[in-house]
């Protein structure tokens, strides 16, 4: 029995509205075997707690098609309330609210003009997030018009127009305004997403076509009446390659984030500037830190991969963003979101670890990005689990690619990740003791939780703390009881109970 209750559950089949979308699958360049093998040894984390002053980051929960869709938007709205979210991302696709969209010609109409476009459903699901006081954070992004793309060939995100999609972006801030944090483009270091990713000679091609569109994009918003953009540069996908041999392997491949960043910002590998471009202005630069099934401080061992960020090499990116902002290409001291990221979970086949690591990694690549003080988001991708899809890489084919990084299977049950996301935690050996951090998501203020430890030959749990939280939720605390494993447990104010699932020591 859950440890709290739900709104009953819709007894009509849920399946998803429109056009399923290929998403990022995870394809390093090397097999998850040897990347297992490669990070065998972990990581620790800091010896001591992390000072919670008055630090704290947005959580931004990606719903996909169960919140855009009329008929599963309301239940999930209710279990994202007893969750705790209070952010949410959401992808505009350009190509579903435009007209003619499946046009080689583009049709007559005022393309700035936001009664041009059918909002839909998009409108719906930000008009209930300001209802609920939720922020959003609304990434533009592909599939554009077929009338838009430079080869009028699906899956229409091949060299969008720049002018077109700064009419449409106009559009976007006249009918959105500052009621939303803008991003522009979803991985567009990836050829899913957009293209061409590399040129003939296998040099990355996708940078400087995604510096057009982002220059088009930030006038548009301008021309749309907002004087200073509130929007995010990157949303970078975490793995791929800095050239490629086409003979051996073709062009449909990522281009590796930091070659990516290097590119779109005109610097060379040592982070010079490469041309005369001009800085780009920017509210953070957002990324997908996600990682493989080796865990949360996994770090690319390979010299060809040293332009990979993943959730444990995220100094990679803010050592990046610090010497292009000494060049003057960005901001100094630019923010980081990671605007999407989840782990996976079996069934899938080739990156899901069990549903025990599941929740205990999700813990500690919360408290990874929480504990860089240049991360301004952290997030959580999908709700319920996509069905099972093709093998990492296929949807560069067009082929649907399915994440189970949701809190629930596909069928709707709750996994260990549905009830330790609320209240996050994790147990860090340190010395003879151990480090224990987390985090009540629902509360709304300082509160008080109970902190359970299962000591060496115990059945049973037993109290270990009882703490007092910061204004944002977060504590913290050192302790030298043993034990083998560790959980929390908190009563809202309502009368809500909530227990996380058991968490082991890393």
């Known amino acids: 029995m859950p440890p709290f209750?739900?709104?009953?559950?819709?007894?009509?089949?849920?399946?998803?509205?429109?056009?399923?979308r290929s998403r990022l699958a995870i394809s390093p360049r090397r097999s998850i075997l040897t990347a297992l093998l490669a990070a065998l040894t972990l990581g620790a984390l800091a010896s001591a707690p992390a000072a919670l002053a008055s630090h704290g980051e947005a959580v931004y929960f990606e719903g996909s098609t169960d919140l855009l869709?009329?008929?599963?938007?309301?239940?999930?709205?209710?279990?994202?309330?007893?969750?705790?979210?209070?952010?949410?991302?959401?992808?505009?696709?350009?190509?579903?609210?435009?007209?003619?969209?499946k046009s080689a010609t583009k049709p007559s109409f005022e393309a700035t003009n936001p009664a041009s476009y059918s909002w839909g459903e998009y409108d719906a699901l930000?008009?209930?997030?300001?209802?609920?006081?939720?922020?959003?954070?609304?990434?533009?992004?592909?599939?554009?018009?077929r009338w838009a793309t430079s080869n009028k060939a699906?899956?229409?995100?091949?060299?969008?127009?720049d002018q077109d999609f700064e009419q449409f972006m106009t559009a976007v801030a006249r009918h959105y305004g500052s009621s939303v944090?803008?991003?522009?483009?979803?991985?567009?270091?990836?050829?899913a997403f957009l293209r061409p990713q590399f040129n003939s000679h296998g040099q990355p091609a996708s940078p400087r076509v995604y510096r057009g569109l982002y220059q088009a994009g930030y006038a548009g918003l301008r021309a749309g009446g907002l004087a200073h953009p509130q929007v995010l540069m990157g949303e970078t996908a975490p793995f791929g390659y800095d050239t490629v041999n086409v003979h051996r392997l073709g062009v449909l491949h990522d281009v590796a984030p930091l070659?990516?960043?290097?590119?779109?910002?005109?610097?060379?590998?040592?982070?010079k500037k490469s041309g005369s471009c001009a800085p780009l202005q920017a509210a953070g630069y957002a990324h997908h830190a996600y990682t493989l099934p080796a865990g949360p401080y996994y770090k690319p061992p390979h010299p060809d991969e040293r332009d990979d960020v993943v959730i444990g090499v995220l100094s990679r990116l803010t050592n990046a963003l610090n010497k292009a902002a000494a060049v003057h290409a960005i901001p100094?001291?630019?923010?980081?979101?990671?605007?999407?990221?989840?782990?996976?979970?079996?069934?899938?086949?080739?990156?899901?670890?069990s549903l025990s690591q599941q929740a205990q990694f999700d813990a500690i690549d919360e408290h990874i990005a929480w504990s860089n003080p240049r991360v301004a988001a952290f997030s959580q991708y999908l709700l319920k689990d996509d069905p099972l899809g093709g093998r990492a890489g296929s949807s560069?084919?067009?082929?649907?690619?399915?994440?189970?990084?949701g809190l629930e299977t596909v069928h709707g049950a709750p996994k260990p990740l549905y009830y330790s996301w609320p209240l996050p935690l994790t147990v860090t050996r340190s010395g003879r003791g151990y480090s224990l951090w987390g985090l009540i998501r629902p509360a709304s203020g300082s509160t008080r939780a109970t902190i359970l430890v299962k000591r060496r030959g115990a059945r049973r749990y037993t109290t270990l703390k009882t703490v007092t939280t910061n204004s944002l939720g977060y504590w913290s605390f050192a302790s030298f009881t043993r034990g083998t494993a560790w959980r929390v447990r908190w009563v809202s104010q309502s009368g809500r109970k909530y227990e996380g699932t058991p968490i082991a020591a890393s």
């Open 5 to 20: 209750k739900l709104p009953s559950r819709s007894v009509l089949p849920v399946r998803p509205i429109g056009t399923a």
């Open 126 to 145: 930000i008009n209930e997030a300001a209802r609920l006081h939720w922020k959003v954070l609304l990434t533009v992004t592909s599939p554009v018009p």
């Open 154 to 161: 699906a899956p229409y995100v091949t060299s969008p127009d």
């Open 332 to 353: 100094a001291g630019l923010p980081i979101y990671l605007t999407e990221f989840g782990v996976q979970s079996v069934p899938n086949r080739e990156l899901g670890v």
């Open 259 to 271: 070659a990516f960043l290097r590119g779109m910002l005109c610097l060379n590998a040592r982070y």
């Open 181 to 191: 944090l803008y991003a522009i483009w979803n991985e567009p270091n990836h050829p």
């Open 69 to 101: 869709s009329p008929v599963t938007r309301p239940h999930a709205i209710a279990q994202m309330q007893a969750l705790g979210v209070t952010a949410l991302r959401v992808e505009l696709s350009w190509y579903d609210v435009a007209p003619g969209q």
């Open 396 to 405: 560069v084919n067009g082929g649907f690619v399915g994440f189970q990084s």
